[in-house]
């Protein structure tokens, strides 16, 4: 199997909606700051990341996170698909979406020949 890693299956992407540079304190491990209109990723699923953080006790950029989101500040583009074991078959699978049906796919570093689409 290829070990071909996209972004969609790793990273977040979040984009700056808002017409001036901005610095957004729970992007990354010291925040960053984005230009007006920029897009960024950030390395796996930024919402489960933080809420793992809230559930410990630390809420501070959980709660950053939610009033940005609910201000139309940023918005979240995509986020890392759930990864679902197939035990039939014994491989992993991807949620998708194709032509407004769910279903599932092969991850990109399990893909092999075969790029199928299976409808749920």
Known sequence: MPTNTSAEELYTTVENLTDVERTIGFLGPRGMTLAAGEVVTVPGDLVASLGVQANMGQRRKFD?????????????????????????????????????????????????????????
């Open 64 to 120: 950053a996170l939610e009033r940005t989101l609910k201000s139309g500040r940023v918005r979240i583009n995509s986020r890392p698909a759930p990864i679902l074991f197939d035990s039939v078959d014994e491989r992993p699978k991807s949620l998708a979406v194709v032509n407004g049906a769910l279903g599932t796919v092969d991850p990109a570093y399990a893909e092999d020949d075969s790029e199928s689409f299976a409808a749920v």
